[in-house]
């Protein structure tokens, strides 16, 4: 079992910045990928970032390059999203997750089998 627990969301105004922490317990020896989503009401979850978690391998879909960046302290069992230059429609809840499988670096939710609880971010503009 892995666990994973997010942190560092909050209350920003456009053009603001926040740092995202997930930290990870448990079997963490067994996460191949790590990954951060986001979900608003109404709409499906998306991926904002994905990190291997062994090699640091990045991978961002073309709408979240530029302003998002993911990164991992291997050795903090710890991962992080950097977000910049917010704007109102980053509002969202922001969820990390964590894959024990292949160690592919995917964008759909439902590779990964570990997931926190969420953290809100609001931008105001």
């Known amino acids: 079992q892995v666990q994973v627990v997010e942190s560092g969301g909050g209350s920003v105004q456009a053009g603001g910045s926040l740092r995202l922490s997930c930290a990870a317990s448990?079997?963490?020896?067994?996460?191949?990928?790590m990954g951060w989503f986001r979900q608003v009401p109404g709409k499906e979850r998306e991926c904002v970032a994905t990190i291997s978690w062994s090699g640091g391998m990045t991978y961002y879909p073309d709408s979240m390059k530029g302003r998002f960046t993911i990164s991992r302290d291997y050795a903090k069992n710890t991962g992080y999203l950097q977000m910049n230059s917010l704007k109102p429609e980053d509002t969202a809840v922001y969820y990390c997750?964590?894959?024990?499988?292949?160690?592919?670096?995917?964008?759909?939710?439902?590779?990964?089998?570990?997931w926190g609880r969420g953290t809100q971010v609001t931008v105001s503009s």
């Open positions: 448990g079997r963490t020896y067994s996460i191949s990928v």
């Open positions: 997750a964590a894959d024990t499988g292949f160690g592919h670096l995917t964008s759909t939710p439902s590779s990964y089998n570990y």
